[in-house]
């Protein structure tokens, strides 16, 4: 383990005592439904974070947020007013800023009867104690920790709490692109592995809706005559399904299929709803003119009106060398506190695919350590509380101290350079 220095030591200190605090908290968030839907219990558990965020800045902010339109199970446009984004500021004038994310609602609905916490063991279960209202509390704490401490002058924070992450940020993506452009870096408290690794680089991801239009009539007197919307919709999924590519990192998931009524109808409309993935940023195109050229030949065998709603909202975010650089920087401060930090790729993609799209360096996983997220068996490692908001606190400090001794100006610099600083720094 790295020697720490007498300053660093006191901070991590100041950390030290908080895990009960921090499960208490985590615990209070996530008792309150937040369901990406759910407006009430998003707004509810907003007003927590109001009080707990608002104790360590300077300003807070309701940033109200543009109507998402979607189509309805018929496919008819509805829209969806979110909640307001919460927006907390300190230190504007610091030399550093950091721009920190995360999000108020998870993936459980209203009714959803996944609504609670409980310990087991070592575990602490229930609806986003993983996924990331634990994270919220981690940034919360490193935050608090840095305040009390002699590096609070030394840089200034945003933090973005959206409350449509869990679909895509359909609003909140062009708060957070704004928002980057003021930062020199950024962090993200999704939870890493539950053994503690983080997400490196990041697929990009799309959502999408087809709408299908036929004709109905009486499947008894006048089958033929009808069109029907339910079996071209099923065609199309098969079909839509097939551009899955392993090899290519490709992936096509047919996730909800709504149509169709008595079975004595031959069924006019019928809506397909799905997620795409891809790896690299030229797929995006490459599997937009895919889908358009199965759209048209189900069109035409089905003679059924088909629309395609939706887009790619999130790029995906490479391994670059000036983030693999960071990583490193993370590392370092992981073994002054016995932790082995390792990242790898996943499928997985959050704010941070947004954040890097506007340019901003940021790491994305520094939640707590948890699995199972968006399943009724999401739990988070009690003990990681302590230790990933003491890492936060040290990694802010490095990246006070690359700043200071490398010019690091922010978003498109390569961090080669600050690296090779907070080695000498280090030794």
Not at 99 to 118: I, M, Q, R
Not at 262 to 270: E, F, G, Q, R
Request: aromatic fraction near 6%.
């Amino acid at each position: 383990m790295q020697v720490m220095t007498n300053q660093e030591l006191e901070l991590l200190q100041l950390i030290d005592g908080r895990q009960q605090a921090m499960y208490d908290t985590t615990v209070s968030l996530c008792n309150v439904n937040s369901g990406s839907y759910h407006r009430e219990g998003i707004e509810a558990v907003q007003a927590q974070l109001e009080a707990l965020f608002g104790d360590i800045s300077d300003t807070s902010e309701k940033r109200e947020l543009a109507p998402v339109k979607q189509l309805d199970d018929r496919g008819e446009v509805v829209f969806y007013q979110p909640p307001a984004m919460q927006i907390f500021r300190a230190r504007p004038e610091a030399p550093l800023q950091i721009l920190c994310t995360g999000h108020s609602d998870t993936v459980f609905a209203k009714d959803s009867d996944f609504n609670s916490c409980w310990r087991e063991g070592e575990l602490l279960r229930g609806p986003g104690v993983a996924d990331m209202k634990g994270g919220l509390v981690v940034l919360l704490e490193g935050l608090r920790g840095l305040s009390q401490s002699p590096y609070r002058d030394q840089f200034g924070f945003t933090i973005a709490i959206s409350p449509d992450e869990e679909i895509g940020s359909p609003s909140s993506a062009a708060v957070l692109m704004e928002l980057a452009q003021e930062a020199d870096f950024g962090l993200t408290y999704e939870p890493a592995l539950a053994d503690g690794t983080l997400a490196g680089a990041r697929k990009g991801s799309g959502n999408f809706t087809i709408a299908a239009k036929g004709k109905s009539t009486h499947a008894g007197r006048d089958f033929f005559s009808g069109r029907n919307a339910v079996l071209a919709i099923s065609q199309l999924a098969t079909e839509l399904s097939e551009l899955s590519d392993a090899d290519a990192g490709i992936t096509l998931n047919i996730g909800k299929i709504s149509g169709g009524g008595a079975v004595n109808i031959v069924p006019d409309n019928c809506v397909c709803r799905f997620n795409v993935r891809v790896t690299e940023e030229s797929q995006q195109q490459q599997m937009m003119t895919a889908m358009a050229a199965i759209i048209e030949s189900i069109e035409q065998r089905s003679d059924c009106e088909l629309s395609l709603h939706g887009h790619f909202n999130r790029p995906p975010k490479p391994m670059t060398p000036e983030l693999q650089s960071l990583f490193e920087l993370l590392r370092s401060c992981g073994e002054k506190v016995g932790l082995n930090i390792q990242w790898r790729a996943t499928g997985g993609c959050c704010e941070g695919n947004n954040l890097a799209a506007a340019g901003l360096l940021n790491i994305d996983t520094l939640g707590v350590r948890g699995a199972n997220i968006h399943s009724h068996e999401e739990y988070a490692y009690i003990d990681s509380f302590v230790e990933r908001a003491q890492l936060t606190a040290l990694f802010v400090t490095k990246l006070i101290e690359a700043k200071n001794n490398a010019q690091v100006s922010g978003l498109n610099q390569s961090l080669v350079s600050v690296k090779n600083n907070c080695e000498k720094l280090e030794g």
